[in-house]
């Protein structure tokens, strides 16, 4: 971020490939909806390229970058005053994805990845949140603690009795 900052226009392609992936799931995750994903991921990112030269090395750039998401996701959720469920045709939706293995093994990958869904689904919104970053984004307690507002132990609280509800989801 400080080589682009000092004008590289090359850093800013490093940045965005190595966060892309990762970004864009984090949102998807989060909304359920590929064009809403889509809408946030590009937002995100106008909101990286207007803040670049304000920009100052307090906290690492994916805790950055994250806490931008964060507000961007909380504001949609405000305008939209709730979490929306699942949609009604996921199941199909999910079903049409091709897959060259076989059918048994489709189908058994597919319940597995639903049954997570559904077990992440339930939980509260803010253990939810803090798995989807430590779990897919890899970030640190302390880096989450900062996208979200809250201290080291909150976020480790609130992981903790997360993963216990998924465990016990998952081996019901």
């Given at each position: 971020m400080l080589a682009w900052v000092r004008g590289e226009a090359t850093a800013f392609e490093r940045l965005y490939a190595r966060h892309r992936t990762r970004l864009y799931r984090f949102l998807l995750r989060q909304l359920r909806d590929g064009a809403l994903a889509d809408e946030a991921f590009q937002d995100v990112w106008q909101r990286v390229i207007a803040a670049r030269d304000g920009w100052r090395p307090e906290a690492a750039f994916a805790t950055w970058l994250y806490r931008i998401a964060r507000n961007r996701l909380a504001d949609h959720w405000r305008a939209r005053s709730h979490r929306p469920p699942a949609p009604d045709d996921a199941d199909e939706r999910i079903a049409r994805v091709p897959d060259d293995d076989t059918p048994e093994r489709s189908l058994s990958e597919f319940e597995e990845r639903r049954t997570l869904?559904?077990?992440?689904?339930e939980l509260p919104e803010e253990q939810r949140e803090v798995v989807l970053l430590r779990l897919e984004q890899e970030l640190t307690l302390e880096q989450i603690?900062?996208?979200?507002?809250?201290?080291?132990?909150?976020?480790?609280?609130?992981?903790?009795?997360?993963?216990?509800?998924?465990?016990?989801?998952?081996?019901?």
């Open positions: 869904q559904l077990a992440l689904d603690g900062e996208i979200t507002g809250v201290g080291r132990e909150t976020v480790k609280s609130r992981l903790r009795y997360a993963m216990d509800k998924l465990r016990t989801r998952l081996n019901a």
